[in-house]
């Protein structure tokens, strides 16, 4: 019965990264602590290795020095000639792409975990970028399973123009952490608890993986990204309108066409169009103003994945 | 140290000021809407001015640029000679000296409004000079009872013997409003409804003033600063630890000797050992991390303030 399994091989090189937004500082201050003592994300025969991506962005404690870290890991930038006069985060994430790649070839690491908080109230999130990656959606109902009753979120980022170049794509298997709310400069105990679980999980699931456990076929629901929405905004580009108290906090509840979505200075209420039922995300983010972004859209899916078992067993 | 004391004619000249802090969102939408559609802040006998106190730091949705421009608005500071390397928020606390100052002059504006945010759970709080700002103080009565179910609490925030460094030190009377909690760069329409109402009420209440009406002796409930708790910290300098969950948004709420305040990354609590019981606020507060401040330590205190006289009909000059 070994034929409808997904032999793969064990992992062996895992990285933490914490502070790809220097602002974010759940991730920054696990990574430092872990550099600092990492035996509680040791495991037996695994490699893994807490880093902190965006050094000069964590000590101003700003997103990002020139460009966004987490936007320029596509092969364009990182083939670009080395100069003094590539934005920071270009030639770090040159570096990044040495260190822990090259991004796509045999040589790069097996998984980066990315940490990352939102201001918006998206509780635990898991972010998927390949809805066909068994693997991970296995490793992804492990968490959701060991973290419950606590709500364990997926947002999947698998679109043709929406997708982003992420730092840790750099990785076979990339796994997005963000965790919120938490404003930005700020660190929240229970935030850091949170994340501090699903890194646990995560680990233990890549240990019990490496130890030839195998894992029966399972589903879970995922929210698949559809569009960004933006402000409102007046003639010269000012933002006219803000999220609607009731859409405010309410990131994975339905938002059904004519419900409340933005709130005018003047007191008017926008209501959202079109004729389906959505699922708001990063609704209200911080970050996302200069993005021209005030939530996402998502719809819900179910993915499927086959049972998995390392190979080496 | 109340250099100015009750006002004996109508405040004609008042200003509300938001943006000192580039990233406090509320003040700086409501400045921005204000100065746009400029009916709102009018009342019958003045209208209050709109001014965004720090347009560098709001454009880059910053704090500050070069210092922090609420503690640059000391005298020093503001007769300075300008020099070509000077932080940027020095320049203009003393272009903001020149529009609605100068600070301790008789041309300085009646009443500035200067507009906060926090990322700690204090609600709406009122910041005075101290306990014999009776203006100020029959202000916060006002916003106080108008919705009397809301946090609406006061802080008296003149250190004796220090000058005050606060924008709002430059007019003859003034207040600063901190609301929260609200992550910086985010503009919360819950918040910025409250900020806006009592905006409003805070103008209405010079209104009333002006009006010639007088206003009852009443007892005071205020919090003041005691001293401030860092975070605990590793050799390095970096944080070991974060405030503890049972500290967290708990403002205002006192604090006994023996009760957790910091939880390590290691795993174990600290304790506040301090011998009384305190009121801690501004805790886990964004921009004071930098100011090595999880949070301060205040006691709370009741007193009297005494009636406000009405503004006689035809006041010209007080005898």
New interface residues.
Partial sequence: MTSCHVAEDPIKKVAIFGGTHGNELTGVFLVKHWLENGAEIQRTGLEVKPFITNPRAVKKCTRYIDCDLNRVFDLENLGKKMSEDLPYEVRRAQEINHLFGPKDSEDSYDIIFDLHNTTSNMGCTLILEDSRNDFLIQMFHYIKTSLAPLPCYVYLIEHPSLKYATTRSVAKYPVGIEVGPQPQGVLRADILDQMRKMIKHALDFIHNFNEGKEFPPCTIEVYNIMEKVDYPRNESGEIAAIIHPTLQDQDWKPLHPGDPVFLTLDGKTIPLGGDCTVYPVFVNEAAYYEKKEAFAKTTKLTLNAKSIRSSLH | MCSWPVPREPLRRVAVTGGTHGNEMSGI?LV??WLRAPGEPQRPSFSATPVLANPAATAA??CYVGRDLNRTFTSAFLTATAHPGDPYEVTRAQELNRLVGPKDSGRAFAFILDLHNT?ANMAACLFVDNAHDAFALHLCRHLQLQSPELPCRVFLSQVPGKESFHLDSIAKNGMTLELG??????????L??RMRALVAAALDFIELFNQGTALPAFEMEAYRSLSFVDFPR?EAG??AG????QL?DRDFEPLRPGAPIF?M??GEDVLYEGESTVHPVFI????Y??KGIAFFQTEKLTFSVPALPALAPTTTRGP
């Fill in positions: 939408y921005r809407h949705c910053r990322t909690p609200q992550p910086q760069g985010v503009l919360r329409a819950d910025f409804t590793t970096d944080l974060t405030v503890h969950p967290q939880q990354f290691s886990n507060e964004a921009a991390y930098e």
